[in-house]
């Protein structure tokens, strides 16, 4: 069995695997060939659209800025529909506007200018990136109970204890009274709330921060069978790849962009803008209804805010981990080739153990890999916005 991982770089579509020897990705497909997609998009689809309808939520002209008086501009003039049983991963910096933006989508936040349609039969679950004030007397499943007792999710029936289960509150748990939950249990009853209500469309912001591997799971198995729209905001790339059919970001610069290629297309861009602040942005790969870019992406080369030796520490440390991203490269290249050997050995036999082996092994240092990655972008973000 090759991990999620790996099966998510295979299904992330030729734009990701273009890198990749072609024997490679044979050896991987063959891998996979009888492992069944997470979802069957065609089925969600038309199981959406029979219960959206084609209109969800569409913006128009849309201007999102922040509030006034500062009313800076997030988004500027942006047409934006999102489609019956469409998947959407949402990704940009901290403060670049995503929370603003899905506050926006579910009808909260005013534009600036421009309009915003719904759908007749819209029926929006928010989990909202703040904890939601409830009743701290009230037990947690009384508080899913007051939302509803029971829901279909994913074609199957499930009583609000059951639901609440699979979200990793045991039954002792849940008759727990709320002011004695910590602060991720609240966030996961909150998350349990929403997904009871039974919505249509739902707007995730940042639901993973308080989930535990367990938990994380089962959130994505419910949502591998939910036909509904989605739009989740996420720092958690194998999140996104996982439950999200197309990426879109925002990169500071006044448009929403659509990434084919993905959080590693998203990764590439924010290197290229941070390495390179003083060059024009690279072209975006496409904007639906967005006139020029308002130019508003940093040009910051200097660090304001930080002292020189502040600022060569980070520059230090960015080194090092460009170099150890370099050596994890090199050893995930050898372990891809190896395991690519041992899923088709000469003489046939496959040894499967070895196989379970090098894919875990494969999978720690790619996790490793990302893990440098993002701590990389931190870094150089910090150095480009002067503060630590
Ligand atoms: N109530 C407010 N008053 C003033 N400015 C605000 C307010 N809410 C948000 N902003 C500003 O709007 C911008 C976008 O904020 P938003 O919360 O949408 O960003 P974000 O991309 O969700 O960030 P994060 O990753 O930290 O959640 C930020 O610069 C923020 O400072
Ligand atoms: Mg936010």
């Given at each position: 069995?090759?991990?999620?991982?790996?099966?998510?770089?295979?299904?992330?579509?030729?734009?990701?695997?273009?890198?990749?020897?072609?024997?490679r990705i044979e050896a991987a497909e063959a891998l996979i060939k009888?492992?069944?997609?997470?979802?069957?998009?065609?089925?969600?689809?038309?199981?959406?659209?029979?219960?959206?309808?084609?209109?969800?939520?569409?913006?128009?002209?849309?201007?999102?800025?922040?509030?006034?008086?500062?009313?800076?501009?997030?988004?500027?003039?942006?047409?934006?529909?999102?489609?019956?049983?469409?998947?959407?991963?949402?990704?940009?910096?901290?403060?670049?506007g995503k929370t603003t933006l899905l506050r926006t989508l579910a009808?909260?936040?005013?534009?600036?200018?421009?309009?915003?349609?719904?759908?007749?039969?819209?029926?929006?679950?928010?989990?909202?990136?703040?904890?939601?004030?409830?009743?701290?007397?009230?037990?947690?499943?009384?508080?899913?109970?007051?939302?509803?007792?029971?829901?279909?999710?994913?074609?199957?029936?499930?009583?609000?204890?059951?639901?609440?289960?699979?979200?990793?509150?045991?039954?002792?748990?849940?008759?727990?009274?709320?002011?004695?939950?910590?602060?991720?249990?609240?966030?996961?009853?909150?998350?349990?709330?929403?997904?009871?209500?039974?919505?249509?469309?739902?707007?995730?912001?940042?639901?993973?921060?308080?989930?535990?591997?367990?938990?994380?799971?089962?959130?994505?198995?419910?949502?591998?069978?939910?036909?509904?729209?989605?739009?989740?905001?996420?720092?958690?790339?194998?999140?996104?790849?996982?439950?999200?059919?197309?990426?879109?970001?925002?990169?500071?610069?006044?448009?929403?962009?659509?990434?084919?290629?993905?959080?590693?297309?998203?990764?590439?861009?924010?290197?290229?803008?941070?390495?390179?602040?003083?060059?024009?942005?690279?072209?975006?790969?496409?904007?639906?209804?967005?006139?020029?870019?308002?130019?508003?992406?940093?040009?910051?080369?200097?660090?304001?805010?930080?002292?020189?030796?502040?600022?060569?520490?980070?520059?230090?440390?960015?080194?090092?981990?460009?170099?150890?991203?370099?050596?994890?490269?090199?050893?995930?290249?050898?372990?891809?080739?190896?395991?690519?050997?041992?899923?088709?050995?000469?003489?046939?036999?496959?040894?499967?153990?070895?196989?379970?082996?090098?894919?875990?092994?494969?999978?720690?240092?790619?996790?490793?890999?990302?893990?440098?990655?993002?701590?990389?972008?931190?870094?150089?973000?910090?150095?480009?916005?002067?503060?630590?």
């Open positions: 069995n090759l991990a999620r991982k790996e099966l998510a770089w295979l299904r992330r579509g030729a734009p990701a695997r273009t890198s990749k020897p072609r024997y009888n492992v069944p997609a997470p979802r069957d998009n065609v089925e969600l689809m038309s199981f959406a659209t029979k219960r959206l309808g084609k209109k969800v939520i569409e913006l128009e002209d849309a201007t999102v800025t922040t509030p006034p008086p500062e009313a800076r501009v997030l988004v500027d003039d942006l047409t934006w529909r999102l489609a019956p049983g469409e998947r959407i991963g949402l990704v940009g910096v901290n403060g670049s009808g909260e936040y005013p534009l600036a200018a421009g309009k915003r349609i719904e759908g007749r039969t819209v029926e929006i679950g928010w989990l909202r990136q703040e904890l939601e004030d409830l009743d701290g007397e009230r037990r947690l499943l009384d508080a899913v109970e007051d939302v509803a007792t029971r829901v279909e999710i994913g074609g199957k029936e499930l009583t609000a204890s059951q639901l609440a289960e699979r979200l990793g509150f045991s039954a002792k748990r849940q008759r727990t009274p709320i002011r004695d939950l910590s602060g991720g249990e609240r966030r996961r009853l909150q998350l349990t709330r929403v997904l009871m209500a039974e919505p249509n469309v739902l707007l995730l912001d940042e639901p993973t921060n308080d989930l535990d591997i367990d938990t994380l799971q089962e959130l994505e198995s419910l949502l591998d069978g939910w036909a509904g729209t989605l739009v989740v905001i996420s720092h958690d790339r194998y999140l996104i790849e996982r439950i999200c059919d197309s990426t879109w970001a925002l990169f500071g610069d006044g448009k929403l962009t659509n990434l084919p290629g993905g959080i590693q297309q998203y990764l590439d861009r924010r290197r290229e803008l941070i390495a390179a602040p003083a060059a024009p942005a690279a072209p975006s790969s496409a904007s639906p209804g967005q006139d020029a870019a308002s130019g508003t992406a940093s040009g910051a080369a200097s660090s304001p805010g930080l002292s020189a030796q502040e600022d060569r520490e980070l520059k230090k440390e960015l080194n090092a981990l460009e170099r150890k991203m370099q050596k994890l490269s090199a050893k995930v290249d050898t372990l891809t080739a190896k395991l690519a050997d041992a899923a088709m050995p000469a003489d046939g036999n496959i040894d499967t153990a070895l196989l379970a082996d090098l894919d875990r092994e494969l999978q720690g240092v790619r996790s490793e890999h990302d893990d440098c990655e993002m701590r990389w972008l931190e870094v150089a973000e910090m150095r480009e916005e002067g503060h630590v």
